[in-house]
């Protein structure tokens, strides 16, 4: 299995604070993704990474950051929770363009 | 526009008959790659196969087959003999330009097909 953790697992917070979830890598990949699962659909894309310090937007990016200080680590950070952004997050890290991403376990993050 | 469209929302299959799960994607890139996956109820996503646009021959691992056909911009997934074991939801997701600077390419999903074999 890849070496792909995620943590926390699960998350309940309060509107208005800020949460941050941790990807951590031992694969030496360089590309390194944040999704979010809603029903209906299917996973989205909020931030990538191809390398440290080198990020960029998806396409559900607002309220969201990102931060890659280390190969190892891609750090979610949502600035001031909202109950919208309820979810369940899954990071994915990737070798190279022909090969397939492996996926963390995801993390259940409430936002009441 | 979607870029990964799965509409078959829900499917049943009979325990030992094949299934195919449909799966029709947009892209101008040449150069593109088919993705499966396979998420079950405990919420773990496991990947399935995979097919090159540029590979002449449809991929095949094991049970999973995929049916490729580049002109309609289909990619669906055949499971053969199916199992009670296949009980999951089945994403296909796409990457584009595989041989730019990928870096600024991710996967793509479509909003995925529950499969339920019934014994």
């Known amino acids: 299995d890849a070496g792909i953790t995620q943590s926390p697992r699960h998350k309940v917070t309060e509107t208005g604070t800020p949460v941050t979830l941790r990807c951590h890598q031992t694969?030496?990949?360089?590309?390194m993704y944040w999704y979010r699962q809603d029903p209906g659909h299917g996973l989205r894309l909020i931030h990538y990474s191809y390398g440290v310090k080198d990020t960029d937007k998806g396409e559900v990016s607002d309220g969201y950051s990102v931060s890659r200080s280390k190969t190892e680590d891609f750090l979610l950070t949502l600035e001031s929770a909202t109950s919208s952004q309820t979810s369940v997050y899954f990071c994915?890290?990737?070798?190279?363009?022909?090969?397939?991403?492996?996926f963390g376990q995801g993390t259940r993050l409430t936002v009441v | 526009a979607q870029k990964i469209t799965q509409t078959q929302p829900g499917m049943f299959v009979q325990e030992k008959e094949a299934v195919t799960l449909d799966c029709t994607y947009d892209?101008?890139?040449?150069?593109?790659?088919l993705f499966w996956y396979k998420q079950p109820s405990s919420g773990e996503m496991i990947f399935l196969i995979y097919?090159?646009?540029?590979?002449?021959q449809n991929a095949t691992e094991g049970r999973y087959s995929l049916n490729f056909q580049k002109a309609r911009k289909s990619a669906n997934l055949v499971i053969s003999a199916s199992q009670l074991g296949d009980s999951a939801m089945y994403f296909c997701?796409?990457?584009?330009?595989?041989?730019?600077?990928?870096?600024?390419?991710?996967?793509?999903f479509g909003s995925g097909t529950r499969l339920q074999v019934q014994p």
């Open positions: 694969e030496n990949h360089r590309y």
């Open positions: 097919q090159g646009s540029y590979d002449e």
């Open positions: 994915a890290i990737m070798q190279g363009a022909n090969t397939e991403a492996f």
């Open positions: 997701a796409m990457r584009e330009a595989l041989f730019m600077d990928t870096g600024r390419r991710a996967l793509t």
């Open positions: 892209t101008s890139d040449q150069s593109y790659g």
